[in-house]
């Protein structure tokens, strides 16, 4: 008997220490992605802005990979050309961090931006305890060892609170108690959720399919950001002292995972294969933007993943690759996936601000559209025609910016 | 969903689909037809919904099409007041169908929003006319395109070539290649299968139009540029029921001039298994090499306009030829795809052919600065040979690793005579006068195994990449020869020879090579280095052969009439060669892109090679007996890059330096010299050493892919070379004008050869197109030689090039225009003769379906011949035919043939080499007229 509490103590010691976990106003969410509505752009979105990217020799680049917007500027990571472009936001090309000039001789995978100190972080992928911090012009700043290493995400939240998601569990390391998610500052930890045994979890990490974007999701207010976890159908708000769960989303039972997924060992070293047999199940939630009452969601499956737009207050859901462009688009999509190409599958939208959203394709997809579209009587505005006039089919991709129609 | 091959298909929709509009009008007398495809359940509008419009009367496709982005269909050629149906569908939803016509008035017919409802809110109720009617002619499925059968309505006889012809963007071209949109297909598959063998035409001339359900196109991966291209494959997809089929010939034709063919195949598929068996008998040079040669002669083919089939009258000597063959294929696995399949393929061919070949040459020979030997020879030779030939292949293919297991069995029994006269003269005074008989009849059989086994490449595997491989070979021959030869002399110095001699002679050759290596050991040697990204391949190659020779000779003892052993050649010999060849390739890859842009290759690869190469001959004859080794070191560099512009092209350049050895043989180092051939006597030499090729190689190839064009498709290649220590012929002529011929190391061989092919389609309208076809190809070579100790160079270049154009209208009218010139030209230094041929020749063929199963097919060629040593030859071979195809399923076919109407055919030979010039005649096949008759059951 007092073995057993010795085991246990430490486990209700963290539930304890634990942040306000669960106290949440959780909304249910009915969606059946098969049977969402479209409609045209103008009854979606208020504004669009195609915003091309200087072209030059030092600013060319692939895609954009992951974007983070600021005040002032768009940073890119692209990684073909492995690098980080900072834009400003009309365009202009204004500097880059070429990793690998400072001996960073591994790719980019990700970085991170501190908001309140407009900082870019990119985290070193072999030394997982060391960071290299840059400023708005590209510029290094430092290098830095960190208390936490192996995390996997990261978002900074008011008052110098960063935000960590981590889950690693694996039979091979020590028994230990971590948290998936936790909120530190200056390496302490303020806060802790989702308690986790680093060796004996059910779910183990080799059986996690990642989210293809991110945990954490920026919101209207900084001090506050969206969170989903793999195998998950909740979406959290996490602030600098609580987490809530915001939102519930139900799908049909034939795209639904058995509620016992994460947590049942039956489904140890099978969970890969039963979504390959069921590639219609949602597996993990991702590109959660809220504006407004407007919710934009990607629902992430082996077979075809559904974007869908969820109108908080009236119930009503629609499935964004469904939006036909109009006249208040210029008749141009406001994404490549109806065009043919592969961003938007892949990536969705790169970002949120809490105001507008933004996405990226090709400029030669484009440029086609005027041609495929010249049966149509279209009286582009000023700064289109120009565009169209000033790009080519190798210029850098254009950044769409699009503002949700609240009303 | 692979975007990669996602963009071929869609740039393919864009090209093609939005002007997919087939019809036979006016362009007065059309008008617009345009539209919304809308789910109003949704809110939504449907793009690359197919749309599809029917001549109501005729029930005949007018038009077709995919919605764009804002769900919107135009068409500009509409027919006038004519009734018609516009059926609109899309996966998930129930297929609608509007009756309209555009007026003659308004010239314009907007049906504005066109809604299509849900499948499952109307519970899947479609009428069954209308499943029949509205079959999307065109969707996308995933990554693959598909074009759906029923959609095109042809006649209903018509086979898969039929209407591949009738799809977009696809194009037929006269040497049996197909293109879409420019790009080659590499493959047809039926149901993910070879059918009948790897020859497209087997499946695109005998599967009827009717039993398809889709035609598919798609790319795979290219397995052989691994991350650089991608091939396109194209699957047809058979309708359900319609998995299995008989199909079969019986054809008979007799003609003048006792020509004669039968001509017979049965053939039967299921899901899993095909089966042929084929069999031919004739006397018209179709001559069977192999089985799926005799599958191919046996097509039912389409009904249009189609002239690639004429007789071959250039073909050597007449020939009659019996073979019966079959091929069997099984599938373990009904539906293989390209990572996984397991099947099983044999075939075998028995063949018996009696060929008669007549020819008079007459050859100049130089022999020094001065003078010459003029050879003038008349020969006849007859020869029957019966031969079965067995292939078997197994092959299994995971995602993982592939395993192949082939076999081949030949046997070869055969009689040969061969009766020659040759007179010998110089430049002033006749030498000799000699005759020849050779009779032999021989029996060789030949066996192989071959068993491979390799790995994926995968850089995070450590076995990633094995390839093991072994050959086992064995040959065995027997030949017993009988020859009478004797020579008159006809000048001082000439001894009279009389020789009759029999040769019986075996032998028995066993090879076995082993392959072993890894296309990538770096991970296996140095585990995850970087080792700057370069990849690290390992291959090796070793090779055991032994060759065992026993041959009796004996010749007639003219005073005692007995045949006595000769004790010279009679010999038993054994020829061993052990070799080992490693190679560490080097190599690594560049890759530049930037999306939706370009993308660039850069792909480095070197070879640092070796061979070890031990040959040892044990021989009755001591002089024979010799152990020699080489280690030669034998580097390769090649450097490929490839440049994909989107939307413009793709273009791949790659510059190849290779390295090779030849090593001499038995006879160039000490062979028994055959003294009934007293005209060329081989010598040994024991100081002949090996000799090196080194030779740069140059590939070009550029294909266009740009919107709405006609995209062009080039192919080049050049290489240069030189062959240090050639083994070149040392001749020493007597005064007599005998030849004596041992092989001496010469430096300064130099070669270099080029080919060159540009395609260019031109889509006229709909239904009628252009093909043009340009292709050259240029040899020079620079090959030094010793005649009677003077160092000679003889410097050879030949040329040819070919222009080809082609003009299809709607599969009833083939008008084709061939012109074809080659020269070549020679010149020795010896004593500066030069020799020069030139060949001409102009085609104009004609196919035209005149009216419902009725071809008359045209073929006039023009051939003009001039030669340096030989008058201008001038001839025409002028072919003609009509067939009539009869019975409701077109099934039986009535031909008339006339060949070669103008009695004009001449067998024409022009050659040459280091030292001399050959020109002649040669029996061939002559006019002559034929009635075949001929029935294709079928069912399917």
Known sequence: ?407 | MNYKYLGFILIYVCLHLKVAIAQKVNSSDVGVLKGVVYDSAHNYRLRLASIAVYDDRTSELVAYSLTNQFGEFTFNKIPLDNKLNLLISMDGYVTAKVNLSVSKVNKLHDCKFINLKPANDQGMRILDEVIIKSIAPVKMNGDTLEFNANAFRLDSNAVVEDLIRKLPGFILWGDGLITVNGRKVERVLVGGKPFFGDNAKTALQNLPKESVEKVQVYNVNDEKKGSIDSLTEVNIKLKKGKLKGIFAKAGVGLGTQDRRTIDGMLSIFNNSTQLSLVGTSNNTNAIPNNTNTLIQYNSFKGLGADIEYQPDFTVQGITTSKAIGTIFQHDFISTPTYNNNNRLQGDYLLRRTLNDYSRNTNTQIAVTPIDKIIQTEKSQDQSVALSHTLNGNYNKKTTQYEFQLSSNLSVNDGSNVSNSFLDQQNSDKMLSSSSRLNQNNFLKRNGNINIQFKTKADANKLWGGMELGYRIANTTLTDDQRVFYELVPLNAGVVSTKIERLNHANSNEITQTLTFGSKQIKRLLFNRAYLWGINIGLNNIVNFSSVGNRNNVQDLDSTSSNYLINQYLTNTNRYKTTSYTPTVILSKNFRRSLADRFENVLDLSVNIQSQYFLQKNNSDKSFQNFTRQYNVFLPAVVISGYKHRFGQFRRTISLEFRTKADYPTLIDIAPLTDSSSLNYLRIGNTGIKNQRTNQMTINYNYQAEKRNKNNININAMFTVGLIQKKMADSIAFNAVGRQSVAVANVNGYRFANGTFLLMQPVRLNTISNLQFTISGSLQLQRSPNYINNNYNITHTQSWSNKFDVSYLYNNTLTLNFHQEYSNYHSQQSINSQTFSNKLSKSSFNSSFFIFRSFTVTNNFTLNDNRSSVFPRQRFTIWNLSLTKRLLKKNNLECKISAYDLLHNNKGILAYGDNSSLTTGTVNVLRNYYMFTLAYYPRKF
């Open chain 1, 1 to 407: 008997m007092k073995l057993k509490t010795i085991f246990i103590l430490p486990f209700l010691m963290n539930i304890l220490l634990s942040g306000n976990i669960f106290a949440q106003v959780e909304q249910q969410l009915r969606v059946d992605p098969d049977n969402s509505q479209g409609g045209n752009f103008s009854d979606f979105f208020d504004e669009i802005d195609f915003i091309p990217l200087e072209t030059n020799k030092h600013s060319i680049f692939s895609s954009i990979d992951q974007l983070e917007v600021t005040n002032d500027h768009f940073i890119i990571l692209d990684r073909e050309t492995n690098a980080v472009l900072i834009f400003n936001r009309k365009g202009g090309f204004e500097s880059k961090i070429i990793a690998t000039t400072l001996g960073y001789d591994y790719p980019i995978h990700y970085f991170f931006y501190d908001r309140g100190n407009q900082r870019i972080i990119l985290p070193n992928p072999v030394k997982r305890d060391e960071i290299l911090i840059f400023d708005l012009r590209g510029q290094i700043i430092k290098k830095e060892k960190t208390t936490f290493n192996n995390f996997e995400d990261l978002y900074f939240l008011k008052n110098g609170d960063i935000a960590h998601y981590n889950y690693n569990v694996d039979g091979r390391r020590s028994s230990s108690t971590s948290n998936e998610v936790f909120i530190e500052n200056s390496g302490k930890i303020k806060s802790r959720y989702f308690p986790y045994n680093t060796k004996t979890a059910v779910l183990k990490s080799a059986e996690v399919l990642e989210n293809s974007h991110a945990n954490f999701y920026r919101t209207a207010n900084d001090s506050a950001a969206l969170l989903v976890r793999p195998y998950d159908y909740h979406i959290y708000r996490l602030s600098n002292n609580c987490l809530d769960t915001i939102f519930s989303i139900v799908l049909p039972l034939n795209h639904t995972l058995p509620s016992n997924f994460r947590s049942d060992s039956t489904f140890t070293k099978t969970r890969f294969k039963y979504l390959r047999s069921n590639p219609q199940i949602v597996f993990n939630l991702s590109n959660v933007y809220l504006i407004g009452n407007k919710l934009f969601i990607k629902l992430q499956n082996l077979d075809k993943s559904y974007s869908l737009f969820y109108d908080i207050k009236t119930g009503i859901f629609a499935d964004v690759l469904k939006i036909t462009a109009d006249h208040k688009s210029s008749f141009l999509s406001f994404n490549d996936a109806i065009l043919g190409g592969p961003e938007f599958f892949n990536k969705n939208f790169l970002h949120g601000d809490g105001t507008f959203l933004y996405t990226s394709y090709s400029a030669s997809r484009f440029l086609n559209q005027k041609t495929e579209n010249k049966d149509k009587i279209i009286d582009y505005p000023p700064h289109l025609e120009k565009n169209f006039r000033s790009l080519n089919a190798q210029s850098n991709p254009i950044i769409i910016q699009l503002k949700p129609k609240l009303n």
